[in-house]
């Protein structure tokens, strides 16, 4: 009986152009994260790209890159959240970023939501995770707690005291060399696959780069060019997925693995939209619409482009599909299955829409090539200051030589990443990405039918939008006075504790 089974199998493979991984054979799954990389960063993404991405081009080639790939929010901790589980923010519930030096450590990424990992450990895949985490930095919600075997990185974003690297549930490096986590986690990470390579395994590596403080090794930092350290870190990024993909190549795992690149949202200062309006914390494209790049030869065809919206939430169910894994009964997952739209440029997106968020509250939905920004999409970050001091500005959260460990030549808020021109941000606004993917001209009023159509979408989904209230905070701050920012403890690190304050910071605690 298995010889006939196996026979049809071969068969049926040998008919179609590509062929999942036979049960019996589980595929390997390798879904890579950079942190505030733009859709213009890649390359082969923007012809307006001012970075050479070689490896992650020929990446795209040898496979299928989606040219309106959406995450649910314009920031880091729920697009995480969503990536791994397939469901919009508001359902896993983390619609924040935790931050321990402001106090924000209370919530993180709930112990009955199921992710990728928990789903394939079930099937028996080794499970690991080398880089940020971002959804919950303390015991209850660290990466173990969440399906993953082994856990390296660090627990939140690079620029938040105390920036610890974290093995498993203990420090095991403070302060962090921040110049060495792209090639560190990468190491790890192909250690990781040389040892598992018998078995089937799921690698998640979240990278820091090229979140801020932007920080390049020996190889890569050119010191003589001070002013394109962006461009640094993204050549070694680049070369790093690179090696990343060699070194399965020469393990002879490649057609048996799945590798998919992307990132949490769009780019800070110094990056690229590639044309498109807006950055990082804002729900322009340029907030939004991040690269994405899979490969797996022999089951997704070379060159593959597929302009059809996709979104973070698909991963999931797009992984479960070609594991042959069952989804949750008991959750709601938002994604689809779009391993079609890998294999055929021609394939149609299975959503009707797809939705943004901006903080607790939904503000954007995605229909075809329209878009509505239901709430404002908002001004430009730091739009009340001048030129001059755009240039001087000093970022709290910035390279201090003593913990946080990197360069000093940070991209200043003058260098905007994406189109700052168009129509003014307003509530309402609907726009023809067909048309016009820098969103600068407004068309609501011109389409009073599309807006009606998707505001009523847009409603019903509202209503399964929980309310959110303020997590606690965990240090009584002093009100800053007017004008000044709000404050930022420089905690103590070294161990997994967000209490410790430094001495020359008590004064700025309120007395009880």
Same mark, same amino acid.
């Given at each position: ?64 890159? !989606? ?97 610890? !690297? ?239 460990? +990197? ?19 307003? +509530?309402?606004?609907?726009?023809? !990405? ?79």
């Amino acid at each position: 009986m298995k010889f006939y089974v196996s026979l049809l199998l071969l068969l049926t493979c040998s008919l179609l152009p590509v062929c999942v991984a036979a049960e019996g054979d589980p595929p390997n799954v390798i879904l890579i994260f950079a942190d505030d990389l733009g859709y213009g960063d890649v390359g082969c993404f923007s012809e307006e790209s001012p970075f050479k991405t070689p490896h992650l081009d020929r990446m795209a080639a040898e496979g299928a890159k !989606l040219t309106s790939f959406n995450v649910p929010t314009p920031y880091c901790a729920p697009s995480r959240g969503t990536i791994l589980t397939g469901r919009y923010p508001f359902r896993h519930s983390v619609v924040r970023n935790p931050a321990p030096d402001a106090g924000v450590n209370n919530f993180g990424l709930p112990q009955s939501e199921v992710t990728i990992a928990e789903l394939l450990k079930e099937k028996g895949y080794a499970t690991a995770a080398y880089g940020k985490w971002h959804l919950g930095h303390q015991e209850e919600w660290l990466p173990r707690k969440q399906g993953f075997d082994e856990y390296l990185g660090i627990l939140y974003s690079n620029d938040m005291f105390p920036v610890q !690297l974290v093995h498993n549930e203990k420090v095991v490096e403070y302060p962090v060399v921040q110049a060495t986590l792209t090639q560190r986690y990468t190491t790890k990470a192909i250690e990781f696959i040389k040892k598992n390579q018998k078995r089937p395994f799921f690698l998640y590596l979240p990278h820091a780069m090229p979140h801020k403080p932007l920080a390049a090794s020996d190889n890569f930092y050119t010191p003589e060019t001070r002013n394109n350290l962006y461009a640094d870190v993204i050549s070694e990024l680049d070369a790093e997925v690179g090696r990343l993909l060699s070194a399965i190549k020469e393990l002879g795992i490649d057609e048996k693995t799945l590798v998919i690149f992307t990132s949490d949202n769009g780019p800070w200062f110094g990056g690229s939209t590639g044309g498109l309006r807006g950055m990082k914390s804002r729900t322009w494209e340029g907030g939004l619409r991040v690269p994405m790049i899979a490969r797996m030869p022999g089951t997704i065809p070379k060159g593959v482009s597929n302009d059809a919206p996709t979104a973070s939430i698909d991963i999931l169910p797009t992984i479960m599909s070609l594991t042959q894994t069952e989804l949750p009964a008991d959750l709601k997952i938002d994604g689809k299955n779009i391993l079609p739209l890998l294999q055929d440029a021609n394939e149609k997106s299975p959503h009707d829409a797809i939705y943004g968020m901006q903080g607790v509250n939904l503000a954007t939905i995605r229909s075809g090539k329209w878009k509505l920004h239901v709430r404002s999409p908002g001004r430009k970050l730091f739009s009340r200051l001048t030129q001059q001091q755009l240039e001087n500005y000093i970022d709290p959260r910035g390279p201090d030589g003593v913990i946080l460990l +990197a360069p000093y030549e940070q991209s200043p808020p003058s260098d905007h990443p994406g189109l700052t021109t168009g129509d003014a941000p307003k +509530a309402m606004m609907l726009f023809d !990405l067909e048309e016009d993917p820098g969103e600068q001209h407004d068309v609501a009023a011109s389409n009073p039918q599309i807006v009606k159509e998707l505001t009523q979408k847009f409603r019903a989904m509202e209503k399964e939008v929980p309310d959110f209230p303020a997590p606690k905070n965990d240090y009584l701050f002093r009100a800053p006075k007017k004008g000044e920012p709000r404050r930022l403890m420089r905690l103590i690190g070294g161990e997994l504790e967000y209490d410790r304050i430094p001495a020359t910071q008590q004064h700025l605690l309120k007395k009880e």
